[in-house]
Structure formats: C-alpha cells, structure tokens
C-alpha cells in the first residue's frame, strides 16, 4: 500500500504526494510523457540522447550535478519506449535543492552545442558498451523490428543505428524539449520525509510559473494484427546458440496484463517453473530460460528466450520450447501452480515496496500510464486471477501466428 | 511579490549524525549468535545464515561455490525439484553467495510463512546430499556462461587485474578456468560440507518486520543441536606482488577495450583510511568526479568511469574501471595518469572537497533506509569487528578529512608507479 495525495497545478502539472515519516531521505520522480516511440524514424534514438542533454545545464543553473551532490543528493534517468524518467534522492531537509533543479530544467535548457557534442561521443560508447560489444547485445536492435512492423515500438530506444545519433542537431534538440518537456506533459511525484503542504508550497514557487504547452496528443501508427509466423536467423561469434520467441500481448495497464504476467511465471520464474524444471533439469536442452512480458504502456510482448546447450540445434530447442507450450495448452495450470505464482506476486509486491525510491516511481508510472490509484490496486488484481484466465491468455498469446521467432545462431 | 531568483541555490544543511535503529543480539540456546533489525512497514523478512568459510578453505578451486549452489539441490529427504517446488509454493526466494572470505545464505519471504520455511533452510543445511547428476547440470551450465563471459572484455579484463593483484592461486585471485571447472568432483563438495558447513558455527541477522517471535522461531529450529568447533582456516602467505607491469589482452573484433588499474589499499581500520576514501571518491568515486568530469563529461570517450575501494577480510583493493573507445585507450590511461598526479601535486580546492564530502555524507545517510541496508551496515560491522561507533561516526570521519590529507593520501596511496594496469581490448 503507497497512501499518496495529489494535486493539480495551474500550468498542467500533475503533483502526487507520498508521505513517509520514517525516513530521513526525499525522493522526487518526475515522468515526462515521450519515450522512443515518439521519434521521426528517421532521428531514432534521440529521445534518449535528450535525456542526456538534460544533465547539461538549464537556463539559470549551469551544472545540474554539482549543487545536487553539495547538498548530499544524487540522480539519474532512465529512457524506455514509452517515457523518460529522472530522480532524485537526497536527505528531505534539502528538498528545495530538488526542487530548484528540476523546475529549472522543466524551464528550458541551456542548449550549448558543446553539451551536444560531447554527449553525442558518450551515447555512441554506450551504444557499443551494450549493444555491440557484449554477446548477443544486439538480440533486441534485430527482434524488435522483425515483431513490430508498423509501430514505432520497431527501434530499441538507443536508436536503430549510430548514424541517427551522429546525426541529431541543436534545432532537433530545441524541438523535442518545446514539444515534450512542459508541465502539462509531466507526473511529479515527492515521497519521503516530506508533506503534503511542504510540497504544495514548494510547487508553488518552483514549478507554476513554468508555462505549459500545447498539449500533446499522441498519434502512433497502429500495430497491425500478426496473421503468420515470422521467422529470422542471425548469427555472431557467440559460444551459445539463443533462441527467442516474441508474441504480441496487450499493454502493462490492463487487467489482461496480470494472466499473462503470471502465466510467464508459470513458464519461466525459478527452478520449479515448466521451462527450467523440463528443459533445464529433467532433459538439458537449455542451459538457461526464461520468459517475461516486456510491460511496455501500448500493446506489447511476451517473450520466451534461452541460450541453448552445446550439441543441441536450434530447431531441437524450438520444438522443446514448443512441447511445454502445447502441455500447458493442453492441460491448462494446475491450481497448485496458479497459488504459486501469486504467491510469489504478493511476496515481490510487498519487496519491491521495502524502497523509497521505488514506491515513489511505482506511483508516478501509474499516474503516468493510467491513474495513479491502480498502484494499490496490485494485490487485488494479482488475486482475482484464474486458472481458466490465464489458459484463455495462453491459447490467445501463445500461437503460433502470433510468434515471432529469432535464431541466434553461435559462429565459430 | 518579489521575483525569484533561479541563479540563487537553496540554503541548505546535512546532518553529522545519523539515528541508526540497533541490532538486538541474542544468543539461541546451542549458543549461535543471533542479530535482529527491526524496521520497515511492510510485512517481510529477510534472514541470513553466515558461515566463516569460503573460498579460502577449499581445496581445489570452485568446490565452495559449488558446495553453496547445490545446497538445495537435494537432500537425504527430498529432490531437487521438490526443494524447489516447496520454496516457490509460498513466494519464498533463496540466495547462495559464496565469497572467498565466507559464506551466507539468505531467505527471503512474506513474515507469515517463516515456521513453515526454517525447516526445509534446516534440512538442506545438515542433510544436503549433492547428487551427481545435479553437479554435472550445474557444471555444464558453468563451463558454458564462462565462455559467454570470456566473450567480454569486462570479464577478462577484471581476471586479469585480480590474478595480477593476488595471484591466480590465492583465495582473491584466483577464477574459475575451463581446467578448474572440470578439476572436482562430487567426493570433494561432499567432504568440504562436512568439514565446513554441516554442523559448524554460523551467526544470524534477521531484519525486517520481525520481534522475538523470529528468535524463539530461528531457536527452535537452529537452537537446539549443539556445533562442533570450526576447524582452523586454512593460512596462506600473503601474496607476493610479482614485477608491475602493464597487461595487454589483445581481442579482435571489439569496439571498446576495458581498462582495469588498482593495487592493494588501506583497510577500514589504517589511519589513512578516511583520507583514502575521500581521494578516491574526488578520483573516481561519483558522478562528479574528475574522472568522471574529463573522460566522460569532457572528452565523451567512454560512457562511465569509477574508482572504488573494495574490502576483503585480509586485503582491501583500490580499483579504477572503464570500457573506452578502442582508439582512444591510450589517451584514456594517459588522462588517468594526470589526474592521479593532479592529486598528487595540487591541493584539491575547497568547494571541490566539501561537495564530495557532502555527497559521500548523503549516500550514507541514504544508505540506511530499509531494514535490509541497515542489517548490512551492522554486518559489515559485526563480521570484520570494526569499533561500535564505526557507523555512528562515519559522517563526522568524513567530514574532518582536509585537503593536506587529501594530497598526502594521494601521495603516499595512489603513485602511478605501484598501480597494476590490465587492458582487455587493445591499446
């Protein structure tokens, strides 16, 4: 349970409150409404690339960090597809210094061409860090486009290739933060040692003389419904072959969401889940698997992924992954299974809410993705889940037209 | 009304104490010690078994993480599957970390489920009978993430630099090989649970939402069979630093290289440990570092840089990391080289100092948040037997570093000519 208070501010700005007397720490979550799939697919990658720019200096304040880690504070951000996310934690009787900076930044940027440059050379090296410098790091730049055709979802957020980053200019860049960084496009969320009306003042001051923006209405691309299986086969000089299975699913705020969600707990949460007990254990097929939905806010996807033994083929893998998924097709899950996993649901719930920081970001990704009420509304949702719910969200996501498979083969 | 001034920071002020909840200490009647941290809201409960063995009492390399992972992997009362079955039946999650110092293993779960869950913990813990077959599917899967690993020049880079560090036949130097993986049998986790963890002292820390219903509960089923003495660690002389010398890996094919450099450093308990420690982070510590601030925020050459310094139970390790543009490597360590001698020869400016004191003093006070981090901070404390107050006066330690102490603990700590450098990429 994350009891909270809200508020709306003049300019648009939607304020929630999480009061939390037992910690001597603030934390302060702010969500702008524009992730990846927001950009030209000609510019791809650049709404991450702006989260770099926005630690580059803001109209009044030159560094972001430093007057941050003076007063004994420290942040980052996270891009996904669908938003960009920054916090801050720092001791709550500095909580103006949070404040200060992200109302500032919210203001406008500084928009020096040096912080672009520089920048631009460190999300390349992070590009390579993650993406083409580690095994198998470019599983996501090949599967994404292969699942989503239409959808801007079809690019990884770090951009479909280096170009488009080399590519972005200051005028790119003043863009997206008239179009996307306003109040009215924004959830603030302020946890901790704080109250309610500490926080209603502070807005006051700080973030309401901010002007909003024409309101952004979203007009993606739909997703065309997937009528045939699509299959790709790449390769690198990886010692595993990989195996992934990608099926389209609906969105992270939907009840429809918790069957499937569970339903991948079935398959592939720990050692006595159906992928690891028969193709880990009693026959070795893999030497690891595993299988999540990606949670992404517009419909997404429910993937099934495993490097494989060695000696084994990938087709070997495929139809073992298959047999399980037939099985619990078959059969539906057991009782046993379904208390299980929600058993283990209610357990991650209640450690994933042991964190400030955390129960600050869980509230603003609901007010966010649908309203901020629904972050209490978990337990309940995860409970009202049946057996024959999640067998209905098995045989509707795990067909084989739905599929998207991907072979990862290991090169010599 | 007056207009605001948005060039003008906040006041502001940070604490020099901390309010730190206790860890209660009881004693279970075989007289295993017991700590227990009450705190947090929500209804859980983390309890951890630590055993005084590790790495460094095995006989052949591997056989203690082996020993750990395959705990639950069977015993004289159940299959693997059905162990596994019984802990995710109530959401329940294991850990096994098997270190070369020691050896813990962690439950986590929903408080309710507890008098439930302690006797299967007991059970694998003394009955643990490591099948064959469940030892040759760990071994495969070991042998097989190992060269997905070697794959990575992060992984070879930081083999190296700890080989280089310790040697590559002491407890902190040595890393699994595809030799190693294959070198041990059954027979020898068998003898190593017998001799180290079944049976043997251990201690307890409890946190969460608990009272003393945990201590009669962790009594009665860990309480009441008496412990045979730990038989004696095994001793080994302390590493011999072999020549310095840098360390080329050559790997084809990569975009980046990974740079590793550090050398052996003051303890928690050396004089100039508080100075090193504020060095370190002005170096490479955080964000705001100049490492940082020139080879990331300046030059754009790598997407992180960090300096940390890491502590075993007899050595403790300075140790500088980045994975850099290939092309830019020796400009990278050429830039390390002048920061290190930047400390070494200017006096750090005054603002400068005061905001990575004031940074480290945050981190701290926000490191003591959940009743999880707070077991944490009283087990360090417990197992390496720091001073009571090591927690209690850390900020104030901190606080009263100086700049002269700062130059001189670059000085004497951080000279260019002492450090190890390995490169896995090229250069």
Request: with cysteine; net charge negative; glycine share 6%.
């Amino acid at each position: 349970m994350i009891p909270y208070q809200s508020f709306l501010l003049d300019n648009g700005l939607r304020v929630f409150v999480h009061e939390d007397p037992t910690t001597p720490m603030a934390a302060v979550n702010v969500i702008y409404n524009v992730g990846s799939r927001d950009e030209n697919p000609e510019k791809t990658g650049f709404a991450h690339l702006f989260e770099h720019l926005m630690f580059g200096g803001s109209a009044h304040i030159p560094d972001y960090d430093t007057p941050l880690q003076r007063v004994g504070g420290e942040n980052n951000a996270f891009t996904s597809a669908d938003i960009t996310n920054y916090y801050i934690t720092l001791p709550a009787t500095n909580l103006e210094t949070a404040f200060w900076l992200e109302s500032d930044r919210m203001m406008s940027l500084s928009f020096d061409p040096e912080v672009l440059e520089v920048q631009r050379s460190v999300v390349i090296e992070e590009f390579k860090q993650r993406y083409l410098n580690q095994p198998y790091g470019d599983v996501w730049l090949k599967l994404r486009p292969l699942a989503y055709t239409t959808h801007p979802y079809q690019w990884a957020t770090i951009g479909k290739e280096i170009s488009h980053i080399e590519e972005a200019t200051l005028d790119d860049v003043r863009d997206f933060f008239f179009r996307y960084y306003l109040p009215n496009n924004a959830v603030l969320v302020v946890a901790g040692n704080v109250t309610t009306e500490q926080v209603k003042q502070l807005c006051r001051k700080w973030f309401e003389p901010i002007a909003p923006g024409a309101a952004y209405n979203r007009h993606l691309p739909k997703e065309p419904v997937q009528t045939e299986a699509r299959f790709l086969k790449t390769g690198a000089k990886v010692p595993l072959h990989a195996l992934y299975k990608a099926y389209h699913m609906g969105g992270r705020y939907e009840q429809a969401f918790y069957e499937a969600d569970l339903m991948a707990d079935i398959l592939g949460r720990g050692k006595s889940s159906r992928l690891y007990r028969k193709l880990v254990k009693e026959n070795p097929v893999f030497n690891s698997i595993n299988a999540y939905p990606t949670a992404s806010l517009e419909p997404g996807l429910f993937v099934i992924q495993g490097n494989l033994n060695r000696g084994v083929s990938l087709e070997e893998g495929e139809a073992a992954v298959q047999s399980v998924i037939d099985e619990l097709l078959a059969t539906g899950p057991l009782e046993s299974e379904v208390q299980k996993v929600k058993n283990q649901a209610e357990a991650t719930l209640a450690f994933a809410e042991v964190e400030l920081l955390n129960r600050a970001m869980n509230l603003a990704f609901a007010a966010n993705g649908a309203d901020a009420g629904w972050v209490n509304g978990e337990a309940e949702r995860i409970q009202s889940v049946t057996a024959d719910g999640i067998a209905a969200a098995t045989a509707s996501i795990l067909r084989p037209a739905n599929c998207s498979t991907l072979h990862y083969e290991a090169q010599a | 009304m007056m207009s605001l001034d948005r060039t003008k920071a906040p006041d502001f002020q940070l604490t020099d104490r901390i309010s730190l909840v206790q860890a209660a200490p009881y004693r279970l009647d075989n007289g295993v010690p017991l700590y227990l941290i009450r705190a947090g809201e929500q209804p859980v409960v983390r309890v951890e078994w630590v055993f005084e063995t590790g790495g460094w009492d095995e006989l052949l390399p591997n056989v203690s993480w082996f020993t750990l992972r395959l705990l639950n992997e069977g015993t004289r009362q159940r299959k693997a599957a059905e162990l596994a079955e019984f802990f995710d039946q109530y959401g329940a999650f294991l850990e096994f970390q098997p270190t070369a110092d020691r050896s813990t293993v962690t439950l986590y779960a929903l408080r309710k489920h507890l008098p439930v869950l302690l006797p299967a913990v007991h059970e694998f813990l003394n009955d643990a009978i490591f099948p064959e077959e469940e030892l040759e599917t760990q071994r495969t899967i070991a042998l097989q993430n190992l060269e997905v690993n070697e794959g990575k020049t992060s992984f070879l880079a930081g083999r190296a630099f700890r080989e280089q560090l310790f040697g590559a036949d002491h407890p902190y130097g040595k890393s699994q090989t595809r030799e190693n993986l294959r070198g041990f049998g059954r027979e020898d986790l068998v003898s190593y649970f017998n001799t180290r963890i079944a049976g043997n002292p251990f201690r307890l820390f409890v946190a969460g939402l608990v009272d003393e219903t945990e201590v009669s509960l962790l009594n009665r089923y860990f309480g009441q069979s008496a412990l045979s003495p730990a038989p004696d660690r095994r001793s080994y002389a302390d590493p011999h630093l072999g020549d310095l010398q840098s360390i080329l890996l050559r790997v084809e094919d990569k975009m980046q290289s990974s740079i590793r450099i550090g050398k052996r450093m003051v303890n928690r308990l050396h004089p100039d440990y508080y100075p090193v420690l504020v060095t370190n982070e002005i170096l490479g510590g955080y964000f705001g570092s100049r490492l940082m601030k020139n080879i990331r925020e300046d030059k754009g050459y790598t997407y992180g840089i960090y300096s940390q310094i890491n502590h075993f139970s007899h050595a403790s390790q300075l140790f500088i990391g980045t994975d850099v543009n290939k092309e830019v490597t020796r400009q990278t360590l050429d830039e390390i080289r002048k920061e290190i001698l930047r400390l070494q020869t200017e006096p750090v400016p005054a603002e400068e100092l005061q905001t990575a004191k004031n940074y480290m003093t945050g981190q701290f006070v926000g490191s003591l948040n959940t009743p999880f981090e707070i077991a944490d901070r009283h087990k360090v404390r417990i197992l390496n037997q720091l001073p009571d107050d090591y927690s209690l006066r850390f900020i104030e330690r901190i606080q009263a570093v100086t700049a002269e102490q700062v130059l001189d603990a670059a000085q004497a700590w951080f000279q260019w000519e002492t450090l190890v450098e390995v490169v896995a990429g090229d250069k």
